[in-house]
């Protein structure tokens, strides 16, 4: 007891270091700048905007984790930490659970259930993974004290504001991850504002706590980006190696050739589809030193659009099919 009174005093300057620091954020030429260009715009008044920056409490490590050099996985080792049994298993419980939401986003949007729940399981673990910084300390801390990505990271802090009191939501209650993606399907606040929508007719669009939102929310991104309903996403190939080859894995978020050219260039489906068909090489190293080659079509082009990788593009199509096939042969064991 008393080495912890002794720590008080201690932890009292420490939350008097910190308010002191925080309130000096809200003085820093920057941030009264930015505060002045929202005011001049109409869309806030300073008093609003001081009373949060007044609050905001930068997080040093957020700056660490995005100095800290990316590494790429192979494919086989992405594959291993993101399509497992548990993401599969939960992922048909949840379907079962929002059964009416998926089919009247099907209907209304064009978006399959199993794309749906497969995006969530990825993003967010069905809601359980959803981020523990405040979004205002996550997204000012970028925007002031990361340069490299400042002019994106303010334009989402003012998203951000701007959603919080469209929705009527506390921006200083509003959590998620250290790099300001939002909720079950992490969107960031420009897509909220975008493409988040109120599925439910609750008169807010809740993309923290409400199934419905959040799965009206997922199909109308898919489907405002272009998905395609019933087409194939990815399709193996086989490919004849050369200069061309390189060209081709290096243009790997385009469609910029259909698959007749692609065939010309010594890439060959190992599927049926049309040669008019836009598509694009994907690589995928499913062991050391050995690479397996796919045709990725119109529906892997947006997927990867949410997220822009290849890797997870095709981890999202592979649990997407095995959610669909888990979830089918549940329901024909239950008929009777």
């Known amino acids: 007891m008393k080495s912890l009174l002794k720590l008080?005093?201690?932890?009292?300057?420490?939350?008097f270091q910190l308010a002191q620091a925080d309130?000096?954020?809200?003085?820093?030429?920057?941030?009264?700048?930015?505060?002045?260009?929202?005011?001049?715009?109409?869309?806030?008044?300073?008093?609003?905007?001081?009373?949060?920056?007044?609050?905001v409490e930068l997080k040093p490590n957020i700056i660490k984790i995005l100095d800290k050099p990316s590494t790429s996985r192979p494919w086989y080792q992405f594959r291993n930490s993101t399509v497992g049994e548990k993401t599969i298993a939960d992922g048909v419980a949840f379907w079962r659970a929002n059964a009416a939401a998926l089919t009247r986003a099907e209907q209304q949007y064009g978006v399959a259930p199993e794309l749906i729940v497969a995006i969530l399981g990825v993003e967010s673990h069905y809601g359980r993974n959803t981020g523990s910084f405040r979004l205002v300390d996550a997204l000012s801390t970028i925007g002031f004290d990361y340069p490299r990505r400042a002019d994106f990271f303010r334009k989402e802090l003012t998203e951000f504001l701007l959603l919080a009191k469209e929705e009527g939501k506390d921006p200083l209650t509003l959590k998620g991850s250290y790099a300001g993606a939002m909720g079950w399907p992490q969107f960031m606040p420009s897509s909220f504002r975008k493409w988040a929508v109120d599925f439910d007719g609750s008169g807010h669009r809740d993309i923290w706590s409400d199934p419905d939102d959040v799965i009206g929310s997922v199909a109308n991104y898919f489907q405002r980006h272009g998905w395609r309903h019933g087409d194939d996403v990815i399709l193996p190939a086989s490919v004849q190696p050369g200069p061309q080859i390189d060209q081709l894995i290096a243009d790997k978020f385009n469609l910029h050739y259909t698959v007749g050219e692609l065939k010309k260039m010594g890439v060959t489906p190992q599927s049926p589809v049309a040669d008019d068909v836009p598509a694009v090489l994907v690589p995928l190293e499913t062991a050391p030193g050995v690479t397996e080659?796919?045709?990725?079509?119109?529906?892997?082009?947006?997927?990867?659009?949410?997220?822009?990788?290849?890797?997870?593009?095709?981890?999202?199509?592979?649990?997407?099919?095995?959610?669909?096939?888990?979830?089918?042969?549940g329901q024909a064991a239950a008929q009777p």
Do not use: M
Request: no cysteine; glycine share 4%; proline share 4%.
């Open 8 to 15: 008080a005093p201690l932890a009292a300057l420490f939350s």
């Open 23 to 55: 309130a000096a954020f809200l003085a820093r030429p920057d941030v009264q700048r930015y505060i002045d260009e929202q005011v001049a715009g109409g869309q806030f008044n300073r008093p609003e905007l001081e009373a949060v920056f007044a609050n």
């Open 293 to 329: 080659y796919w045709l990725g079509l119109n529906n892997f082009f947006v997927i990867t659009r949410y997220n822009r990788s290849t890797l997870y593009a095709k981890a999202v199509q592979e649990i997407a099919d095995q959610l669909r096939q888990r979830y089918l042969a």
